[in-house]
């Protein structure tokens, strides 16, 4: 039972880190192309990385949850 505590966890963290490290790269191109000084784009996207990767950590959550929940 623990190794699928494990591996919940690590694929959550995979999914935060795959939408992370994505949003920042796609923010930060949209703000330097905007205009925005490099380091407010970098803050920026950083903190917009952040609220994305936490909003598709819940959404793998629950979605998870629910499919669990057909098989019970």
């Keep these: 039972m623990a190794e699928s505590s494990i591996l919940r966890f690590m694929s959550l963290l995979v ?3 795959v939408v992370g490290f994505g949003w920042f790269g796609i923010g930060s ?3 330097k192309s905007k205009g925005v000084e490099e380091a407010a784009a970098r803050s920026q996207a950083i903190q917009a990385a952040r609220k994305y990767s936490l909003i598709a950590a819940f959404l793998y959550m629950v979605s998870m949850v629910s499919i669990a929940g057909l098989f019970m």
């Design 15 to 17: 999914v935060m880190l």
């Design 29 to 31: 191109a949209r703000l």
